[in-house]
């Protein structure tokens, strides 16, 4: 793909998802939630997940911060849809490879890597590096709320 193309597509896409996130709004009765927050752009977000048995069935998102992070949470929160837990960690560390790259600790991929989608065009952002952690903020985010099971939550680990 030509990289004048590639941009557009970005672009478009950031736009877009902005202007209409998807899945933004409080969520009822979330199993696992998490906030995050960006010190060097503000970008602030809530994450509410509801999971049933291990199998990811709503994700929805509040919160405020630029066209990025809103972009990036938008497009995970769609990435998210229907996937089980081990699925979502699969994704989250593909993202952050095509972003940051992997980090010295990291094991390598045991599974097929899966189709990062719309998700892959976001690797634009990494012409403005300052910018990547507005892009990766919500996934830290989805990590930690994955690991944090709210008190009373009826889905099993
Ligand atoms: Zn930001």
């Not at 969520?27 to 977000?45: E, K, V, W, Y």
């Not at 919160?63 to 972009?71: E, L």
């Not at 081990?86 to 989250?92: F, N, P, S, T």
């Not at 830290?140 to 009826?154: C, Q, V």
């Amino acid at each position: 793909m030509l990289d004048q193309e590639f941009r557009e597509i970005y672009e478009d896409l950031i736009l877009d998802h902005q202007q209409d996130p998807r899945n933004f709004g409080p969520m009822t009765d979330p199993t696992h939630r998490a906030d995050g927050f960006n010190r060097s752009c503000g970008d602030l977000i809530h994450l509410s997940l509801k999971l049933d048995d291990d199998r990811i069935q709503e994700v929805k998102f509040t919160g405020s911060g630029c066209a990025i992070s809103t972009a990036s949470a938008s497009l995970m929160t769609e990435a998210l849809q229907g996937k089980t837990r081990a699925e979502a960690e699969i994704l989250a560390k593909q993202f952050r490879e095509l972003l940051i790259g992997s980090l010295p600790g990291d094991k390598p991929l045991t599974t097929e890597p899966v189709d990062l989608g719309d998700l892959q065009f976001l690797s634009g952002v990494k012409q403005f590096p300052i910018r990547v952690k507005c892009a990766t903020l919500c996934w830290h985010t989805l990590e930690a709320a994955l690991n944090r099971k709210l008190d009373g939550a009826s889905s099993t680990e």
